[in-house]
Nanobody, 125 residues
Framework: QVQLVESGGGLVQPGGSLRLSCAASGTIFSIYTMGWYRQAPGKQRGLVATITSGGSTNYADSVKGRFTISRDNAKNTVYLQMNSLKPETTDVYYC???????????????????WGQGTQVTVSS
């Protein structure tokens, strides 16, 4: 079993900054791609940024140049530095991780996709 715990969301004024963190814990052999996604009520969850275990990154066009994703493999943690925040950035942000762990039934290594519980980011004056 693997858990993802996010932190760092909150209320910030337009133009401000926030840093989100997401720590993975549990039975972890390796974490491949980690990422952040966002979701507004009644809408589909969409990509914000991803980072591979080797450090390759991918960003949604709307956040390029303003957001930076990074990870600490020793801590099984991914970060999202959010700068120059805009009101339209307001959403619930979810952490995602592709993890090599132990399958509960077979006891063999298996790769699963996990999600955090979400953290609210509100940009408002």
């Amino acid at each position: 079993q693997v858990q993802l715990v996010e932190s760092g969301g909150g209320l910030v004024q337009p133009g401000g900054s926030l840093r989100l963190s997401c720590a993975a814990s549990g039975t972890i052999f390796s974490i491949y791609t980690m990422g952040w996604y966002r979701q507004a009520p009644g809408k589909q969850r969409g990509l914000v940024a991803t980072i591979t275990s080797g450090g390759s990154t991918n960003y949604a066009d709307s956040v390029k140049g303003r957001f930076t994703i990074s990870r600490d493999n020793a801590k099984n943690t991914v970060y999202l530095q959010m700068n120059s925040l805009k009101p339209e950035t307001t959403d619930v942000y979810y952490c995602n991780a592709d993890v090599l762990t132990i399958a509960t039934r077979s006891g063999s290594p298996a790769e699963y996709d996990y999600w955090g519980q979400g953290t609210q980011v509100t940009v408002s004056s």
